[in-house]
């Protein structure tokens, strides 16, 4: 079945430093793969994402490549700030999967300052 | 941007009674609406998928008779805990799918619910 797969957490960073979340999926035909972010007590927010391989999705310096030939779909960001400290949501979905989202598990970051 | 709303934000109740869960898109319509489940720093669960005017299609292993779903317009689902008990406890989070979009869903803020 189709499916999410995040590197597990928590991380810890240090404010400014480079952050690389990695996430990578398994389904058939072309989904459409985002990242959603949870603030601590609240609901997800739509980070960034990218409907077709190649395409890159970027947002609040955030960015992600969309892979077709690793299946992968990495977050990064150069300078992590305290306040990005939150769970990250690597998701896909698609006409060919009922339009329903299907997440990988959430990677917690913190980041000090 | 699009903008999905739930209510209440939290809710406290004991074990035995019911609640309900309203879940609105305030600034657009939404054929479509889905019902998660999210448990302590786990991922969500997909629970059902609202369809307006229709009956929701309920996930494997999720009591329909017991989480109640209503879309009885583009813009309002509402998820009623029946008879609920402290295992219910979780938060609840509802998306809504704009009905001119292919993919791109919106995530309500998430209703915490506490059985006791």
């Known amino acids: 079945g189709n499916s999410v797969t995040q590197m597990e957490g928590p991380v810890t960073l240090s404010e400014e430093a480079f952050l690389t979340i990695n996430c990578t999926y398994t389904?058939?035909?072309?989904?459409?793969l985002f990242w959603y972010v949870q603030y601590p007590g609240e609901g997800l927010q739509l980070l960034l994402k990218a409907t077709k391989a190649d395409d890159k999705g970027s947002n609040k310096g955030f960015e992600a490549t969309y892979r077709k030939e690793t299946t992968s779909f990495h977050l990064e960001k150069g300078s992590v700030q305290v306040s990005d400290s939150a769970v990250y949501f690597c998701a896909l979905s698609g006409f060919d999967y009922g339009q329903n989202f299907v997440f990988g598990p959430g990677t917690r970051l913190s980041v000090l300052p | 941007g699009a903008v999905v709303s739930q209510h209440p934000s939290w809710v406290i109740c004991k074990s035995g009674t019911s609640v309900k869960i309203e879940c609105r898109s305030l600034?657009?319509?939404?054929?479509?609406m889905f019902w998660y489940r999210q448990f302590p720093k786990q991922s969500l669960m997909l629970m059902a998928t609202?369809?307006?005017?229709?009956?929701?299609?309920?996930e494997q292993g999720v009591e329909k008779d017991k989480f109640l779903i209503n879309h009885a317009s583009l813009t309002l689902s509402t998820l009623t805990v029946t008879s609920a008990h402290p295992e219910d406890s979780s938060f609840y989070i509802c998306?809504?799918?704009?009905?001119?979009?292919?993919?791109?869903?919106?995530f309500g803020p998430g209703t915490r619910l506490t059985v006791l």
């Open positions: 389904a058939t035909g072309y989904p459409s």
């Open positions: 600034d657009f319509q939404a054929t479509t």
């Open positions: 998306s809504a799918r704009q009905t001119t979009s292919t993919d791109t869903q919106y």
């Open positions: 609202s369809n307006e005017g229709s009956k929701a299609t309920y």
